[in-house]
């Protein structure tokens, strides 16, 4: 019934269709978003999570045509690459959507001869303290400083600082604004203490010429930039903790 609202929606669709492809579902969730106003992560997350099947398999590659086997290969060599459990748990949801919309029956992400990976929850000795993270801040410099002590300061979420253009950093009010992300947009004040206004200086003068504050041909190439940042800060500080999200613990606390 879901898949026959969603291509219903869609003009020139009438019915869910077992010889549809990868790249054409993609398309048929993404119109969906768009005429439900759904947010752009929510987007993203198909993009994301489809694209990474596509490149597996190919965009042309019908969903009627994948087996259990497919998708059991796939899993493994996600595994083998390095990818977290919870990667592919989204992965395998954002398929069991795509097949659902096709009408395809019995759906084999959802088979229970998967041998699915399991998500480990973070260890919380692991979590890194705020004073660590002060440690940290101290022994880095210039722009590895600039990015991480923004993160640090204000919580935001990697792919909401992708997705941060230059306009959203407003000196003049002493506020920041945060697009869209996993939350709907909000704003924040720009903390009151001196090094606020250094570090947004820095950033802003980090991608000179681009909209967006940080550099990369698109939103993976910014997000690759963070991590590369964090890899960095790890090395020269010595710090095992250091992860982007654990900044973002690090401020919620």
């Given at each position: 019934a879901e898949a026959v609202t969603i291509l219903d929606r869609i003009k020139g669709a009438t019915a869910p269709s077992a010889a549809m492809t990868l790249a054409e579902v993609l398309d048929a969730i993404l119109r969906d978003c768009e005429r439900r106003e759904r947010r752009d992560a929510t987007s993203e997350f198909y993009k994301s999570h489809l694209g990474a099947w596509s490149r597996h398999f190919g965009e042309g590659s019908r969903l009627a045509s994948l087996t259990v086997t497919d998708v059991q290969d796939f899993i493994d060599e996600r595994r083998k690459a390095g990818v977290g459990g919870l990667t592919i748990k989204h992965n395998l949801m954002a398929?069991?959507?795509a097949m659902r919309l096709a009408g395809v029956d019995p759906n084999p992400a959802k088979s229970i001869k998967l041998v699915r990976p399991k998500v480990q929850k973070r260890d919380p000795s692991l979590r890194?303290?705020?004073?660590?993270?002060?440690d940290v801040l101290h022994k880095l410099r210039d722009n590895d400083y600039a990015v991480l002590?923004?993160?640090a300061g204000t919580g935001v979420r990697r792919t909401e600082f992708a997705r941060m253009r230059w306009t959203d950093i407003d000196l003049v009010g002493d506020r920041i604004v945060i697009p869209v992300g996993k939350t709907d947009q909000r704003e924040l004040p720009l903390p009151k203490i001196a090094s606020a206004w250094e570090t947004c200086e820095q950033l802003l003068a980090l991608n000179q010429g681009g909209m967006f504050l940080l550099p990369g041909g698109?939103?993976?190439?910014?997000?690759?930039?963070?991590?590369e940042?964090?890899?960095r800060a790890r090395a020269i500080t010595g710090q095992p903790k250091l992860q982007l999200h654990e900044l973002r613990r690090a401020f919620a606390s």
């Open positions: 398929l069991t959507r890194l303290a705020w004073a660590a993270v002060l002590a923004f993160i698109d939103e993976r190439d910014r997000v690759r930039f963070l991590q940042t964090v890899t």
